[in-house]
């Protein structure tokens, strides 16, 4: 458990992904979680709408730093998807996520993160589905050209999954090498040891994302079908970079 004067004041250990909107550069995209509406984030060689998270479904005004997803998303354009698969050739990639008090029961798919090809031929989903063997799971799933990919499949559950108050970063990352997700509860992480033993997994890397993104109800939380987004979030950090977790 942490006390609420630690949730106040999101980000307290500066580890290397505990990036703000003033950290982000033409790599690396970096949203804070801060008003009403529609938020925009900064960086990642994105400009205009490209750079807007687009408001769905039920989402909450910000307070002290969070904005909560009660069956809400942050849907994300098509250009903004493909900037960081199709139009990425390096096979370099981060994506981290900064939340707190989310549905980790059954009762319906949490979406942490979703993109789906345009041909439906890969994605990228991190969840916690209603159903099936995976139910009550936190899961990543990564597919490209319908193979799996690296960690597809990789589950946490049990006493390995943080609960549902604890505020915990969410981060995969492929730097060419290595294939490689995890969560941490409320530090930063800077390296792959900073992830317990237990909340994270490895593999070789198998396989490049080059498919082009599709939009309409993708993105941060998404509330398309039965994936929806139930849970708070600070921040949202996508990068071109493979390397903002060093593999040590």
Not at 175 to 182: K, S, W
Not at 205 to 227: L, M
Not at 228 to 239: D, K, L, P, Q, T
């Amino acid at each position: 458990m942490f006390s609420s004067e630690l949730w106040n004041n999101p980000g307290t250990s500066k580890g290397a992904v505990d990036l703000l909107e003033a950290d982000a550069d033409s790599d690396t995209f970096v949203c804070e979680f801060t008003g009403t509406g529609d938020e925009t984030g900064a960086g990642g060689g994105l400009s205009g709408d490209d750079l807007i998270l687009t408001e769905a479904g039920t989402v909450s005004d910000a307070s002290d730093g969070w904005r909560t997803l009660n069956n809400g998303a942050f849907r994300l354009t098509t250009a903004f998807f493909d900037n960081f698969f199709s139009g990425n050739t390096g096979n370099e990639r981060t994506i981290a996520l900064y939340i707190k008090n989310a549905n980790v029961t059954p009762s319906t798919t949490n979406g942490f993160f979703n993109w789906v090809s345009s041909n439906a031929y890969g994605g990228v989903y991190l969840q916690i589905p209603s159903g099936g063997a995976a139910e009550d799971d936190l899961r990543l799933i990564i597919q490209t050209g319908n193979a799996t990919v690296g960690l597809n499949g990789t589950t946490f559950t049990g006493s390995n999954m943080f609960g549902s108050s604890d505020a915990v970063w969410l981060v995969w990352w492929q730097d060419g090498t290595y294939d490689r997700f995890g969560w941490v509860a409320d530090d930063a992480p800077s390296k792959w040891s900073d992830f317990p033993s237990g909340q994270r997994a490895s593999a070789s890397f198998n396989g490049s994302i080059s498919d082009s993104g599709q939009q309409g109800g993708y993105g941060v939380g998404t509330n398309n079908g039965n994936t929806a987004g139930y849970f708070e979030i600070n921040r949202f950090i996508m990068s071109k970079s493979g390397t903002i977790i060093e593999n040590d």
